[in-house]
């Protein structure tokens, strides 16, 4: 699918650049482009409601401010686009993440990356058209990548990095107050990027947790090599009890908040770098990863796949791509059909994103071959893939979106769109409403 051409759409997204040191010669920024779905700690930013046949999701719109959409996936029609609040810049960090709790009540929570998260609760079940409420902040004194899930009934759920750790907090009452913060890990003024997933189900739900640590040297030893600062290794945790207690993979037991030395490391990367992408759950409930393993002096990237079984990781190649904020995502067809989309052949060299191409596993994650290229000729990147949370119980027809523009530095245009894609389209479309 060519995607030379911008078509008019009322769902447009941030453009945004981050990174004014640490990069590879002759480039000014480390990634910039089509953020309106950035980025991979942001999630969930769609939700699929089996009771509503439809999927809601979020974005960062072309004023970096937070708005919503929803897909009917019976009368395949998109709503029309509501603006829900707005940011103070256009810092891509501030983007939306979704929640729809028991009641079908719906959370929106923004304005993070050092500052309050805001959040809102729709006036009414599954409908993002009424008044929305405004809830308590969540403070801290500030927060990033709100990663909001219920695990128990009648209980609202978030994790969050709070410099240098990561934290979560409880809402039993809709989010109009918040319970104490309590730490989960914490790595000695290190600070944390990390991903969670939750089951979907009967209640209490588990969640998982993986997690790197920011490092790479000194700002003058990294200026010097012209690295952009890495995120080191990759660890693990989870709570079946909506976090009251939490565990390594084979069930040992961890005390709060987890240090560095007691983190159950699964993934060293040496002095490379590691990117999490995407954490899903298979239809066994074990957790799956997806992440890239980067060389930061030339931003050659190693597309990896981990599991766990039997309490057991393992751990599986599936591609190459030139920029370590290639950001895609995978999806869970069934057991035997497991799917990684991701902007993995180069549009813009070495520049973040691309065209998106799919690449399937057939025998659990063990190996990875090419299936097919959703855009191609593009002139411009797509990047930052999100797969609906709940995907697995809808049809195969808005299973994920992702963010496209001009990766660029300065750009020949900001204007960036918003596509969707499922297995059973002919192809990626862009997002409008009334389609």
Same mark, same amino acid.
Not at 114 to 141: C, E, F, K, N, Y
Not at 211 to 217: A, E, I, P, Q, V
Not at 403 to 409: F, I, K, M, P
């Given at each position: 699918?060519?995607?030379?051409?911008?078509?008019?759409?009322?769902?447009q997204?941030?453009?945004y650049?981050?990174g004014t040191?640490?990069? *590879?010669?002759? #480039?000014?920024?480390?990634?910039s482009?089509?953020?309106?779905?950035?980025?991979?700690?942001?999630?969930?930013?769609?939700v699929?409601?089996?009771?509503?046949?439809?999927? +809601?999701?979020?974005y960062?719109?072309?004023e970096n401010?937070?708005?919503?959409?929803?897909?009917?996936h019976?009368a395949k029609s998109?709503?029309?686009p &509501?603006?829900? @609040? %707005?940011?103070?810049d256009?810092?891509?960090?501030?983007n939306?993440?979704?929640l729809?709790?028991?009641d079908g009540?719906?959370?929106v +929570?923004?304005?993070?990356h050092?500052?309050?998260t805001h959040?809102?609760r %729709?006036?009414?079940?599954?409908? &993002?058209?009424?008044?929305w =409420?405004a809830?308590?902040d969540?403070?801290d004194?500030?927060?990033?990548?709100?990663?909001?899930?219920?695990?128990?009934?009648?209980?609202?759920?978030?994790?969050?990095?709070?410099?240098?750790?990561?934290?979560?907090r409880?809402?039993g =009452?809709?989010?109009?107050t918040w319970a104490?913060?309590?730490?989960?890990?914490?790595?000695d003024g290190?600070?944390?990027?990390?991903?969670t997933i939750?089951?979907?189900?009967?209640?209490p739900?588990?969640?998982?947790?993986?997690?790197s640590?920011?490092g790479?040297g000194?700002e003058?030893?990294?200026? @010097? #090599?012209?690295?952009?600062a890495?995120?080191?290794n990759?660890?693990?945790?989870?709570?079946e009890?909506?976090?009251?207690?939490w565990k390594?993979?084979?069930?040992t037991?961890?005390?709060?908040? /987890?240090s560095?030395d007691?983190?159950? #490391?699964?993934?060293?990367?040496?002095?490379?770098?590691v990117? *999490?992408?995407?954490?899903q759950?298979?239809?066994?409930?074990d957790?799956?990863?997806?992440? /890239? =393993?980067g060389d930061?002096?030339n931003f050659?990237?190693?597309?990896?796949?981990?599991?766990?079984?039997?309490k057991a990781w393992?751990?599986?190649?599936?591609?190459?791509s030139?920029?370590?904020y290639?950001d895609?995502a995978?999806?869970?067809?069934?057991d035997r059909?497991l799917?990684?989309?991701?902007p993995v052949?180069?549009?813009?060299?070495v520049?973040?994103?691309?065209?998106?191409?799919?690449?399937?596993?057939?025998?659990?994650g063990?190996?990875w071959s090419h299936?097919e290229?959703?855009t191609e000729?593009?002139?411009?990147s797509h990047n930052n893939?999100? &797969?609906?949370?709940?995907?697995?119980?809808?049809?195969?027809d808005?299973?994920?979106?992702?963010s496209?523009g001009?990766?660029l530095?300065p750009a020949?245009?900001e204007a960036v769109? /918003?596509?969707?894609?499922?297995?059973?389209?002919?192809?990626?479309?862009? /997002?409008?409403?009334g389609?």
């Amino acid at each position: 699918m060519s995607t030379d051409d911008f078509e008019e759409s009322d769902y447009q997204g941030v453009w945004y650049f981050c990174g004014t040191a640490n990069v *590879l010669p002759g #480039k000014t920024y480390v990634y910039s482009g089509p953020m309106a779905t950035y980025s991979a700690w942001h999630r969930p930013m769609a939700v699929y409601s089996a009771e509503a046949n439809s999927t +809601f999701f979020v974005y960062g719109n072309e004023e970096n401010a937070p708005a919503i959409g929803k897909y009917d996936h019976s009368a395949k029609s998109f709503s029309r686009p &509501i603006v829900l @609040g %707005s940011n103070p810049d256009m810092d891509a960090h501030r983007n939306p993440t979704l929640l729809i709790d028991e009641d079908g009540f719906i959370y929106v +929570f923004y304005g993070a990356h050092g500052h309050p998260t805001h959040v809102l609760r %729709s006036g009414s079940p599954l409908d &993002i058209g009424a008044a929305w =409420d405004a809830r308590a902040d969540i403070v801290d004194p500030g927060t990033s990548y709100p990663q909001p899930f219920q695990l128990l009934p009648g209980e609202l759920f978030v994790s969050y990095r709070q410099q240098p750790g990561w934290r979560f907090r409880r809402s039993g =009452d809709g989010g109009q107050t918040w319970a104490d913060p309590i730490d989960i890990a914490a790595f000695d003024g290190c600070a944390i990027y990390g991903i969670t997933i939750a089951e979907t189900g009967d209640y209490p739900r588990k969640l998982h947790f993986v997690w790197s640590r920011l490092g790479g040297g000194t700002e003058e030893e990294i200026r @010097g #090599k012209h690295l952009w600062a890495r995120r080191y290794n990759i660890y693990y945790a989870c709570t079946e009890d909506g976090g009251k207690t939490w565990k390594q993979s084979d069930g040992t037991p961890y005390e709060l908040p /987890i240090s560095e030395d007691n983190a159950e #490391k699964i993934y060293d990367c040496g002095e490379r770098g590691v990117w *999490l992408k995407d954490i899903q759950l298979s239809q066994e409930g074990d957790p799956l990863v997806l992440f /890239i =393993d980067g060389d930061v002096s030339n931003f050659h990237s190693e597309w990896k796949f981990a599991r766990l079984r039997d309490k057991a990781w393992s751990f599986s190649d599936v591609c190459t791509s030139d920029h370590m904020y290639d950001d895609g995502a995978l999806a869970v067809l069934d057991d035997r059909d497991l799917r990684m989309y991701g902007p993995v052949r180069a549009s813009q060299p070495v520049e973040d994103g691309g065209e998106i191409e799919v690449w399937q596993s057939v025998d659990g994650g063990t190996n990875w071959s090419h299936l097919e290229s959703l855009t191609e000729h593009s002139k411009y990147s797509h990047n930052n893939v999100k &797969i609906v949370y709940n995907h697995g119980s809808q049809s195969g027809d808005f299973r994920m979106m992702w963010s496209y523009g001009d990766s660029l530095w300065p750009a020949s245009s900001e204007a960036v769109r /918003i596509y969707c894609y499922g297995e059973n389209r002919d192809g990626p479309i862009v /997002i409008r409403s009334g389609e």
